[in-house]
């Protein structure tokens, strides 16, 4: 059973900065693309970030240069840190794990976790 368990969510200060981990169960992550997206309530679903197996990042406009995410393939783990937040950044975050073969891909996601900015 594919198990991703987020983790580090909490309330903090604009400006303050929060560490979000993603522990992954069930498969190895190291052939696949890691993620952090988000939704805030009545919004979609959105990319925060995600990192390739060769490491490349993608950021989302709105968090580039605050934000890093890094991955351990050996404890199995992806991170996020994020930095200088601001009250929009509130929202669910949530960890993703996706493999792509030939038209097909797969996709595992965590349950959340929650992380509320306030000004």
């Known amino acids: 059973q594919v198990q991703l368990v987020e983790s580090g969510g909490g309330l903090v200060q604009a400006g303050g900065s929060l560490r979000l981990s993603c522990v992954v169960s069930?498969?190895?992550?190291?052939?696949?693309?890691m993620a952090w997206y988000r939704q805030a309530p009545g919004k979609q679903r959105e990319l925060v970030a995600d990192?390739?197996?060769?490491?490349?990042?993608t950021y989302a406009r709105s968090v580039q240069g605050r934000c890093t995410i890094s991955r351990d393939n050996i404890e199995n783990t992806v991170y996020l840190e994020m930095g200088n937040l601001r009250p929009e950044d509130t929202a669910e975050y949530y960890c993703?794990?996706?493999?792509?073969?030939?038209?097909?891909?797969?996709?595992?996601w965590g349950r959340g976790t929650q992380v509320t900015v306030s000004s």
């Open positions: 993703n794990a996706q493999i792509k073969f030939l038209t097909r891909s797969w996709d595992y």
């Open positions: 069930g498969i190895r992550i190291t052939p696949y693309t």
């Open positions: 990192i390739t197996t060769d490491r490349d990042t």
